[in-house]
Nanobody, 128 residues
């Protein structure tokens, strides 16, 4: 069992930046691809990004491409999401999740059901 914990959320003004962190404990971190998702009330959870086990391959949703950067530090069992040029529409609860595979699996990288363990989320609020 992997325990996943997000942190780093908060409130910022439009155009600002935040860096989210996600720590994983209880199992081997470096052998698993990881992903970031977000959800707003009344909407389905949206896949934002995925990173493979080594960090060499990443995927992004069009809505965040060029603004968000996913990275990982396998020595510290930690996943990151650097978010720049934030917009009010980025307001959501952000989740990280582990995949039971080393890679993001191409076109299915954002399929929620292919992720195994989830954190409880961290709130990000962007004001205009």
């Amino acid at each position: 069992v992997q325990v996943v914990t997000e942190s780093g959320g908060g409130s910022v003004q439009a155009g600002g930046s935040l860096r989210l962190s996600c720590t994983v404990s209880g199992s081997t971190f470096e052998g698993h691809a990881m992903g970031w998702f977000r959800q707003t009330p009344g909407k389905e959870r949206e896949g934002l990004s995925c990173i493979n086990y080594s960090g060499a391959t990443t995927y992004y949703a069009d809505s965040v491409k060029g603004r968000f950067t996913i990275s990982r530090d396998n020595a510290k069992n930690t996943l990151f999401l650097e978010m720049n040029n934030l917009k009010p529409e980025d307001t959501a609860i952000y989740y990280c999740a582990t995949r039971p595979f080393p890679n993001c699996a191409g076109s299915s990288w954002d399929v929620e059901s292919l992720y195994q363990y989830w954190g409880q989320g961290t709130q990000v609020t962007v004001s205009s």
